[in-house]
C-alpha cells in the first residue's frame, strides 16, 4: 500500500485514499487503462480496509467476552440479556383525565 510497503497503512489513510480515487474516477476524464489502474489500487485498498475492520471487530469481540463476568447471562439464548419484566398495572391506580397524564 505505500511506496516500499515499510510501514502498514492504517485505515484512516486508507479509506482516505479510497475516497479520492473515486472522487476522481467519478470526475471522468481518464483513459481506459487509467481507469482501469486506479479500480485495482481502489479494489486493493477496500480489501485493505475490510481487512483492517475484521481484525478490529475480533479484537472488540475478544475483549468485550474477556470482560463479561462468567455466568451472568447464563441461560439465556445467545447471551442476550432476559426480557424486561412486565409489570400489570394497578387497578387502584386510576386517573380522571387521561389526556393529561405526567408522562
Known sequence: MTPDDAQPLGFEDAF??????????EKGG????EATA???QGMKLVQHCNH??????????QL????????????????SAPPPFDYPPDDDETYEDEENLPF
Open 16 to 25: 482516505r485514499q479510497l475516497t479520492e480515487i473515486a472522487e476522481g474516477m
Open 30 to 33: 481518464l483513459t481506459l487503462a
Open 38 to 40: 486506479r479500480f485495482e
Open 52 to 61: 483492517l475492520l475484521d481484525t478490529a471487530e475480533l479484537e472488540i469481540t
Open 64 to 79: 468485550r467476552d474477556s470482560y463479561q463476568r462468567p455466568g451472568l447471562t447464563a441461560g439465556y439464548q445467545n447471551n
